[in-house]
């Protein structure tokens, strides 16, 4: 399995921005499709966002349409969120997690994860 390493959280104002990073080791990253997932207080995990092994397809929740971005950088093992104009309903800690096929929604679905990271959206 890959190693997973969440980074890039902090404190934003709604309608910045800000960019999360996932760095990857110990196993050939590009074998493996990437979600991003957040957690909020008293909730479950919800999906965010993912991305296929190559980049070339990506998924979105509604509420982060058009506003987050996935990426990946397979020869520096990374994956990114960048976050425009989040909200503070946004406020979660985020982790990013892997599997090898395919990039289904449910958070059951992934392993391993990374160890989260804190991002507050103040308005």
């Known amino acids: 399995q890959v190693q997973l390493v969440d980074s890039g959280g902090g404190l934003v104002q709604a309608g910045g921005s800000l960019r999360l990073s996932c760095a990857a080791s110990?196993?050939?990253?590009?074998?493996?499709?990437m979600g991003w997932f957040r957690q909020a207080p008293g909730k479950e995990r919800e999906f965010v966002a993912s991305?296929?092994?190559?980049?070339?397809?990506?998924y979105y929740a509604d509420s982060v349409k058009g506003r987050f971005t996935i990426s990946r950088d397979n020869a520096k093992n990374t994956v990114y969120l960048q976050m425009n104009s989040p909200k503070p309903e946004g406020t979660a800690v985020y982790y990013c997690?892997?599997?090898?096929?395919?990039?289904?929604?449910?958070?059951?679905?992934?392993?391993?994860w990374g160890q989260g990271t804190q991002v507050t959206v103040t308005s």
């Open positions: 110990g196993r050939t990253f590009s074998n493996y499709a």
């Open positions: 997690a892997a599997r090898r096929v395919g990039l289904p929604k449910m958070a059951t679905a992934y392993d391993p």
């Open positions: 991305i296929t092994r190559s980049g070339g397809i990506t």
